[in-house]
Nanobody, 131 residues
């Protein structure tokens, strides 16, 4: 079982930056060799894909709404994935959750942008961007 814990959220103003962290632990995360994704959900809206990174770290994918502003990365030694968020906008306000595709069958589509591609989820961290 994999446990995911997000951190780094907060209240910021438009144009500010935040870096979210997602630390993975548990038996299944021993090598941290699986795809990870970030999703967000605003009140009254569906959960939407934000970014993902392949198990090797060699490929990343982004939603059009965040491309050029957000960067996903991972640090294998710490079993942690990051989401660097720059030029934040009020429309970025949401609960951000990380997810792991740690169990087979593994995602076989480009970008792994669907929520049901993932089998473990963190509790989420709130990001609020004020205008």
């Amino acid at each position: 079982q994999v446990q995911l814990v997000e951190s780094g959220g907060g209240l910021v103003q438009a144009g500010d930056s935040l870096r979210l962290s997602c630390a993975a632990s548990g038996r299944t995360s021993s090598t941290f060799r699986y795809a990870m994704g970030w999703f967000r959900q605003a009140p009254g809206k569906e959960r939407e894909f934000v970014a993902s990174i392949q198990w090797s770290g060699s490929a990343t994918y982004y939603a059009d709404s965040v491309k050029g502003r957000f960067t996903i990365s991972r640090e294998y030694a710490k079993n942690t994935v990051y989401l660097q968020m720059n030029s934040l906008k009020p429309e970025d306000t949401a609960v951000y959750s990380c997810a792991a595709d740690s169990l087979p069958p593994y995602c076989s589509t480009t970008g792994c942008s669907r929520a049901n591609d993932y089998d473990h989820w963190g509790q989420g961290t709130q990001v609020t961007v004020s205008s």
